[in-house]
């Protein structure tokens, strides 16, 4: 899913997860493809209340680290701040396989700055950097 430059992408996470499909690997039994994660790791900025009200009804388990003004805030309301949040640094490490990914396209000074107006443009240059990488 591909957003303007001035959109925040936690806003964009419900529409992201109606859109995975995850089809069957050869192997395994017959039948429809995944539509749901069964486990979300993501940094500090999907970290809102909506998100992680959204990933509970659903029934997603999810690695998201506290920002720190919302660990503030729950510690200062003391026992109704409620617990903390389930956070396994272990498996938060794998996020590193996303940054890895990114990283590369991060050193087109296009997409970094994000040069382009238009989300047809950019997807253009992201489909360049691509090919000029796999070359």
């Not at 992408?9 to 493809?33: H, K």
């Not at 749901?36 to 690695?63: E, N």
């Not at 000074?109 to 253009?124: C, E, F, L, P």
Request: aromatic fraction near 8%; charged fraction near 30%; glycine fraction near 10%.
């Amino acid at each position: 899913m591909l957003t303007g430059g001035n959109v925040n992408d936690c806003t964009m996470f419900e529409q992201v997860m109606a859109g995975i499909c995850v089809p069957r690997r050869p192997g395994q039994r017959p039948g429809r493809p995944w539509r749901r994660p069964i486990r979300v790791i993501a940094d500090k900025g999907y970290s809102s209340r909506a998100i992680r009200a959204y990933r509970r009804r659903c029934g997603i388990t999810a690695t998201i680290p506290e920002r720190r003004d919302q660990r503030a805030g729950r510690l200062r309301r003391g026992s109704r701040g409620g617990r903390p949040p389930a956070f396994d640094p272990g498996i938060y490490r794998r996020r590193n396989v996303v940054e890895r990914c990114f990283g590369p396209l991060k050193q087109y000074r296009a997409i970094a700055t994000r040069y382009d107006k238009t989300a047809h443009s950019y997807q253009g240059m992201i489909d360049l950097a691509t090919l000029l990488m796999w070359l």
